[in-house]
């Protein structure tokens, strides 16, 4: 099996890499892409360096299966492009997540909405995947009608200039700010953007995916997304 990574370099990419090295997925061989700033740059993989290549150049491999953790705007460009090689994409992003036509899958809650013709393939919100592998038994038997959820989430799920400013401010130093606060031993109620509904962009992820993974459009959910 071919696989591709897209966005090998990055902070999650490097997860996914040791993920699949962790789980031994069926890699028989592994393309790592990233943007042009890091072509030519080496990765490593099961004790061997893999040479990182252009996007451009992986989708002329058609790999199998290609896992997106690059961004919403290089997901939106280029796994198309994957798809339209016979390419499944699996993107990490929440570029595709809200498409009517792009299955938004967790496999332990909704895994029979897949079909072979579907080549792109959403991944949830890190908190969306956790809340509905807990609630869908009891959705199941009992008809959730309103969910009132509070999460925590760690500062790497902003990037790696989140985690600067983390250990910048832990060392007492001037940090380049990813937040609008100090975030080194602070919490606050701040996750992405505020809409004018008065949530963050990220409590509206746990609103809307819930309802698409479930299922039901019915279900009231009142999040507070705390960073």
């Known amino acids: ?14 997860v996914m890499l040791r993920v699949l090295e962790e789980r031994n997925f069926p890699v028989d061989e592994l393309i790592v892409a990233a943007s042009e700033k890091s072509v030519g ?3 490593k993989f099961k004790d061997a360096e893999v040479k990182v290549c252009s996007v ?17 705007a290089a997901s939106k460009e280029w796994a198309p ?6 390419t499944t994409v699996i993107d990490n992003s929440s570029c595709w997540r809200m498409y009517p036509e792009i299955p938004l899958v967790v496999p332990e809650v ?43 989430q760690s500062v790497t799920g902003t990037g790696v200039k989140a985690v600067n400013q983390l250990f910048a401010e832990r060392q007492g ?4 700010m990813a937040y609008p606060h100090p975030i080194d031993l602070n919490c606050f109620p701040h996750g992405g953007t505020f809409l004018d509904n008065g949530y963050t962009t990220e409590e509206q992820k746990l609103i809307d995916e819930t309802r698409k993974i479930i299922g039901d459009q019915s279900i009231m959910v009142s999040p507070t997304v705390v960073r």
């Open 110 to 152: 909704n895994a029979g909405v897949l079909t072979p013709n579907h080549k792109i393939i959403a991944n949830p919100n890190c908190s969306t995947i956790q809340l509905v592998v807990a609630i869908n038994p009891l959705h199941l038997k009992y008809r959730i009608k309103r969910i009132v959820v509070s999460t925590y």
């Open 1 to 14: 099996m071919r696989v591709a990574v897209v966005g090998a370099t990055g902070l999650v990419g490097s």
């Open 81 to 86: 492009k994957f798809a339209e090689v016979g």
């Open 56 to 72: 451009a150049d992986a989708v002329k491999q058609k790999p199998a299966v290609a896992i997106f953790s690059a961004g919403s």
């Open 41 to 43: 740059k080496t990765v």
């Open 173 to 176: 130093h001037e940090a380049d």
